[in-house]
């Protein structure tokens, strides 16, 4: 079922994942991306104030914005384009071997003063440790397509 503008009601909740984060990975994207050595290296992440190797926070979002693309809310039927995000906030670390899950809230929509044919849905993401624990949450604007329009 496609989803509209009218099917994201604030306090609808969509979950997610689970993904796997693997130490290969880890070090793939801080090479590429993040190449601090806690990132990259074992020993060097001991050392640190982490106490371990972990994952860059962008991987993470990364991971976080994966997870959504293989959600409902991927059936979003203008696709998930992203406006705005605001509090961006690492929580703790992800380490090697976490198993990752979210929840995406949808917390308010307005429609478009411009555009009728569209609304901006406001969404709260939230990324979970396979302990349950709050790794990484942000607030995002979304571009929804209106229904029949």
Same mark, same amino acid.
């Given at each position: *079922?496609?989803l #509209? ?19 290969a &990975?880890? %070090? =793939?994207? !801080?090479?590429q #991306? ?6 990259? =290296? +074992?020993a ?12 860059s926070?962008?991987?993470? &979002?990364? #991971?976080?914005? $994966? *997870?959504? !693309? =293989?959600?409902?809310l991927? %059936?979003? !039927? ?5 406006? /705005?995000?605001d509090?961006?906030?690492?929580? /703790?670390?992800?380490?090697?071997g ?8 949808? *917390?308010? %929509?307005?429609?478009? $003063?411009?555009?009728? =044919? ?12 396979q ?7 942000? +607030?995002c604007?979304?571009?929804?397509a209106? %229904?029949? /329009?």
């Amino acid at each position: *079922m496609t989803l #509209y503008f009218e099917d994201l009601k604030p306090g609808r909740v969509f979950k997610a994942g689970p993904i796997a984060v693997e130490p290969a &990975a880890v %070090r =793939d994207f !801080a090479q590429q #991306y993040d190449p601090q050595a806690f990132h990259l =290296d +074992e020993a060097a992440g001991i050392a640190s104030v982490f106490g371990s190797q972990v994952a860059s926070g962008w991987q993470t &979002a990364a #991971y976080t914005m $994966r *997870m959504m !693309a =293989d959600s409902e809310l991927a %059936r979003i !039927a203008n696709g998930l384009v992203g406006l /705005q995000v605001d509090k961006l906030m690492w929580h /703790q670390p992800v380490k090697p071997g976490d198993v990752l899950t979210a929840e995406f809230d949808v *917390m308010g %929509r307005k429609h478009s $003063r411009s555009k009728p =044919d569209f609304g901006v849905v406001q969404l709260a993401w939230r990324t979970f440790n396979q302990q349950g624990d709050l790794v990484m949450s942000l +607030e995002c604007a979304i571009w929804v397509a209106v %229904r029949g /329009q």
